[in-house]
């Protein structure tokens, strides 16, 4: 009836703003990287990072935490895990919204880009976080917020094209298989 109609030109009016991807660009200059070798998950001494050293420095620079280590911070004392090296400059894309499995899987196959020339990246990594409060995660189960409403999975491609996936969930929430 008439209530059905009104909703409809609610929706059709507000939804494509809400739909539409907020995009965010940002270079970090002389970023400290932890080094990687793509067949070694734990990591060894001197030689490379493991998976956990990657993904908790990774959440370290998307929330733009300092790497120094400086006693004086009151946010954090973290610092880059070792073997590290200095990147002159990386590029972060931040992209914000609703945003199907198809284009995840396209920005996955564009940031393969940077394997090529001129910009012969070593690694790269893309992070896709589900919305803290969203009623499911994995496996059509609802998704319990509990205290961080954690549901992200992560990729980290290497050059010969080989990757790591990490996956997080709440302690309550199912694991994708």
Same mark, same amino acid.
């Given at each position: !009836?008439?209530? !059905?109609?009104?909703?409809? %030109?609610?929706?059709?009016?507000?939804?494509? =703003?809400?739909?539409?991807?907020?995009?965010?660009?940002?270079?970090?200059?002389?970023? =400290?990287?932890?080094?990687?070798?793509?067949?070694?998950?734990?990591?060894?001494?001197? @030689?490379?990072?493991?998976? @956990? &050293?990657?993904? @908790? #420095?990774? !959440?370290?620079?998307?929330?733009? *935490? %300092?790497? $120094?280590?400086?006693? %004086? %911070?009151?946010?954090?004392?973290? +610092? +880059?895990?070792?073997?590290?090296?200095?990147? @002159?400059?990386?590029?972060?894309?931040?992209?914000?919204?609703?945003?199907?499995?198809?284009?995840?899987?396209?920005?996955? &196959?564009?940031? +393969?880009?940077?394997?090529?020339?001129?910009?012969?990246?070593? #690694?790269?990594?893309?992070?896709?976080? !589900?919305?803290? $409060?969203?009623?499911?995660? #994995?496996?059509?189960? &609802?998704?319990?917020?509990?205290?961080?409403?954690?549901?992200?999975?992560?990729? *980290?491609?290497?050059?010969?094209? $080989?990757? #790591?996936?990490?996956?997080?969930?709440?302690?309550?929430?199912?694991?994708?298989?």
């Amino acid at each position: !009836g008439a209530e !059905g109609s009104t909703l409809m %030109s609610y929706f059709s009016k507000n939804q494509i =703003q809400a739909l539409k991807p907020k995009i965010t660009f940002s270079t970090l200059r002389d970023l =400290q990287c932890p080094v990687l070798q793509s067949n070694d998950l734990q990591g060894k001494a001197e @030689e490379s990072c493991s998976t @956990e &050293e990657l993904f @908790e #420095w990774l !959440g370290a620079v998307l929330n733009q *935490v %300092s790497l $120094d280590n400086k006693s %004086s %911070s009151f946010l954090s004392t973290y +610092c +880059c895990p070792e073997p590290n090296t200095v990147v @002159e400059k990386a590029f972060l894309c931040t992209i914000t919204g609703f945003i199907i499995p198809e284009k995840i899987i396209q920005l996955l &196959e564009q940031l +393969c880009c940077y394997f090529g020339e001129p910009k012969l990246a070593h #690694w790269l990594t893309l992070t896709v976080h !589900g919305f803290a $409060d969203s009623p499911v995660s #994995w496996r059509e189960s &609802e998704h319990g917020f509990h205290k961080g409403g954690e549901n992200l999975y992560n990729f *980290v491609i290497f050059r010969n094209l $080989d990757y #790591w996936l990490h996956m997080a969930v709440g302690a309550y929430d199912d694991c994708p298989p």
